[in-house]
């Protein structure tokens, strides 16, 4: 992935006939812009990778957007390397592979294998974004992923991601031009409550979340939160876009996924704890020889609401000149990758409600030993 | 330290009398600016400090400014957390301690203590910044130091931190109105610049330089390295300020330091590797008892300048919006505040000539065991 | 001023005796930060400049901070250059100059001279920030410095500068300590909060607010606004300082002040019109003749919140990388420089309630034609 | 155009047939990217340009970007829209049109009306970027633009624009191992001498050039400078494209074109005389009756190298935050719009060459009084 809108590596996937086309389901990745609210290069990548698939589907690029979940997350600070992974179902079973790497055969169903469901939301307009009516909606989504995927259990989901709509001064406009009133004018406040309603949503679907829950504990009662969630949010959508991953044995292919909770920006031993529920082990690192297993890695955090890490001040909250999602992604993004040893890593800033308050979650997809 | 002109810690310390203002010979620390030329906190936070030194030792600020190093970089990103260590030798011993800790007591020579010297070179004239008669002035400086510590072999010499010059545009208009020519005028080159020639000027006093290495070699053959020198550099010092720092037998006091080198930006194990030294084991983190011990890490690192980290593109080279500095501390700074526990290093960018190439090094000052 | 530790231009004047150290009662000036909550140069600079006015007056640093007015705005964006104007009084006459240029000498009283009072409420605690209890410590506050200066009639008052506190993140940690809540936790939405407060404040004590105006009108009813209101916030304060610029036939010397309202960011007209009002022509520049009469250019500025510019989107408001108030310091302040043909402007975001909606105000001080 | 996806206002004057899709010659526009190397708006919006052009003429749309120059410059800083301004001809005759705007009527021969011609060089490989190679190849172009335009005399010209290829990490990579060197291999860098290299070429086409510049010259020796040149670099073009204007007898239509210097940064009264060549006046604002008239303005600048404006120091130099290209399309850009009334302009930093020393050139297209 040279730049936003190279997809070479996909289409030579294709071409030799390693992925088909029609079997994608989902994509996950990294762009390199600033992942703030003008990041136009996940608009970019997502334009260039349905003309691709549209080129080889013959469905138009409008209507595989309108099914195929690309959730992208702007900015590779740091260590971090743009990247995507590609999610592909074949036959009755699925079959899940990296851009980056080859395909991998599905293998017999033993204890169960990577699971992938994926919904849409009807569009959403700014005045819902931020508010119940959002919850209600990925919540909803999130229970017709689960249904698509074949996955019954909440236990068996190990993350869902789902990417949401975020406000800007145009739509702000828009919603005041038909009469409705909007939770923020701040496009980042917007993206923060966006994100705040998603990990809501996933919560009520997974059965976590509280009854007394409502609107206002948006943004306020981090104590809600939800350790299998992570949530996007762009300008570049318009609905709530939802992808569940689980382990199911009704699924065969040679992938798991597990996650762990990261209890603040310096939670290093969760790396491992998500890696030894795999099987692989990281001595500080993981070893060159298992690198190859680790199909993707999936990262959320956030920068401590409350200026300080193990009670040491940190300074990201207060930065006119660097986004404080900026610096986490960089910051948990090398902490990570450093136990990975690859810098291609999804990581993603704006963390409310979704893990630990001031820590996140990490989720890492790897193939079980040869 | 809760901004860049707050010594309330210090002041608290010798307040106490844990600490005498006369006993202080050098500082470290970070502080919360961009890093780069137009990041004025290190000079606020220097100005801060010399007063109150001025007002206890009854020394003008002027004269405590060109007797004790004060390096700071600037550049508190992700996890990072704005704080100093002080350097403090007492009686015919040494004596170190952290401003946000208690001091240590000197204890009995056992296997050798931390032992630092410091020297002063003239004030450098634009046109000498990053040039040969930088990498002599420093050179004879870092002799000076080891004088001054008592350190005559060189490989008791673990970390030799240099803090340079760099050409503004104000000072590039000084060079020109007195009929001379600068390497660059590009401030930010000529920062890179002078961080070469300072660690050419360490590796040639510890006896590390090439007899070949040369003017061209600066920012060129980065083959020529030194695993032990650190340098900085910035608009607010206008001559090379020297501290070395090293273990002997002739110190006393309970503090030790090792520093291991960084191949790249993730190589995790190597900040296992100066714990190991000191007897600190990171299973994968400090464990909560050990952390005590430690007074200070010290870090440099920079982006790899071809573009790769591992194979992995890296985009810290072609942004715009961020300096490449500011992304790579924030990286390698999490990885190494990762195996710490602890937010509070000395992270420092730039690190031409300064450990492998692409890579940096670790070192850290740590207690015995009690 | 060759950085935000420079005072040497003031220390000269005062060394000459040009000026005396007891006559100055306020600054007003930029420096060259991000402006943000992060910016320490404007309290880098204020120390500077108040060790400065110690070692000539022999009054404490703090005593002096607490009864001068410092009203620093970061962030020379563009053909903005750092500079401070210094207010002085002499005798029961007023003399008022520049650091960069000459001392002004007083003339006989005719047709009104500048004017200027000074005054300081008590600490305003993080929950009083950005609500009633700000709006009415400011109006009592400019009511008092209207006494100062001897303004009776609100319509000779021209300009009124306001520097407020805001909240940053340990600022909440406090104010929760305390039992009490905020009105944000947002750094930059507490600063917006505290220059709307402010310039109800002023509009108040002009006897321009309207009745009904209430806390739920701040950042809310741009309806409301004081077109002689300018509001700067920053952490570096946690008082409110205020200085009232008019017009008085009580007071002498060579110098006045106009103000007029900007209807929006591409307002040129506006410039020349404040301008007339001192005799002064722009065709479309100051002609070089009468640039040396203009002793300090005053602007207040904001992106327009809804968006567009006379019906053309900018982009100021959903920009992650830079802070829109730094887009449109830099933007304005060059248009209003181009004008006077000179960069030394003090120009100020945050225009909330301060001139037109999405415009500002411009104001001029300079000397009568020789 | 309400992203840089976005090319919806040309569609529909394509779709009412207001402008025919194979008419189009070239585009010259703004994108709200950081306008450096990662910059990927102008990617975005040429791929969906040529994507649109594509459905309408049949051509492929690479075919279509190898005859098209599409000169897009990154950064609407401040007041600055995002725009495009659409050139075509049709019949024997030329016909310009801004696609925000409805399409002007061809209109008698009349004391000329604007000329266009437009070419492409070979790809420019990265070794060849900032050196003579790349002068002559624009120098060709330039040559093959006026015969394209069936423009004969040099003085008939008003305004050169090219397009440049500039140095990533990876065409350093690349050149490298096909054993080429390059002149930089800082991004930034790069960009600034392949600018410089066009400006020669330019001045080299236009018989300006001296015989004695050379190489050595370039980035240098800024007493070479064409008055008519601007030239933009990115990383999203591979070789050079050059797009010619003048006014010719020969065309027919109701626009022409006027440039003029601007000698610095404030130089408000070049904007004046560049308006009064075209017999617009600006007292000191263009009028809204006259403001319909102006199709295009074009403006180059530049950050003064020498850290001063008039006399004032300024810090886009200097600055660790804000690219320095940034902070001067920002203040130019407003200077011009506050004449023109409007922020639709085409603002291009670096102007290395290309006018006078620290200045630029402004040129605008407008229609002639009806």
Not at 117 to 125: D, K, N
Not at 186 to 191: G, I, Q, V
Not at 237 to 262: D, F, R, Y
């Amino acid at each position: 992935m040279a730049h936003p809108g190279d997809v070479s590596a996909l289409a030579g996937l294709i071409d030799t006939g390693e992925l088909r086309a029609g079997d994608i389901v989902a994509f996950i990745g990294k762009t390199e812009g600033n992942g703030g609210v003008n990041d136009f290069t996940r608009g970019y990548f997502t334009q260039s990778l349905m003309a691709l698939l549209a080129r080889h589907t013959g469905e138009p690029a409008e209507a595989l957007a309108a099914r195929i979940p690309c959730v992208l997350s702007g900015g590779t600070e740091g260590v971090l390397s743009p990247h995507f992974v590609v999610f592909a179902r074949c036959g009755d079973a699925v079959r899940s592979t990296s851009a980056s790497g080859a395909a991998a055969e599905p293998v017999d169903t033993v204890n169960g294998s990577l699971a992938i469901g994926t919904a849409f939301t009807e569009p959403l307009p700014a005045e819902a974004v931020g508010r119940w009516a959002q919850v209600e909606s990925v919540a909803a989504a999130v229970r017709a992923a689960m249904k698509d995927a074949g996955l019954t259990d909440p236990r068996d989901i190990e993350f869902v991601q789902v990417k949401c709509p975020c406000i800007t001064s145009a739509r702000v406009q828009d919603a005041v031009a038909r009469g409705q009133t909007v939770v923020t004018t701040d496009a980042n406040r917007s993206m923060a409550l966006s994100r705040a309603a998603g990990a809501f949503g996933i919560a009520l679907a997974l059965g976590e979340l509280p009854e007394s829950a409502g609107d206002a504990d948006l943004l306020s009662d981090f104590a809600v939160a939800c350790n299998r969630a992570s949530v996007s949010s762009g300008v570049e959508v318009t609905c709530n876009e939802v992808i569940v991953l689980g382990n199911s044995k009704q699924w065969t292919g040679p992938l798991q996924i597990a996650h762990a909770p990261m209890r603040d920006a310096l939670d290093l031993p969760a790396v491992g704890a998500a890696l030894d529920r795999l099987g692989i082990a990281a001595r500080p690192q993981v070893a060159e020889a298992d690198r190859g297993r680790i199909a993707a890695v999936l990262v959320k955090c956030e920068p401590d609401r409350r200026g300080q890490i193990r009670g040491a001040r940190h300074t990201m909250l207060d930065d006119t000149d660097i986004n404080a999602q900026r610096h986490i992604r960089g910051a948990v993004g090398a902490l990570v990758a450093g136990v990975m040893g690859d810098g291609r890593l999804f990581v993603s800033g704006g963390a409310e409600h979704q893990g630990p308050d001031g820590g996140g979650l990490v989720a890492v997809i790897a193939a079980g030993r040869a």
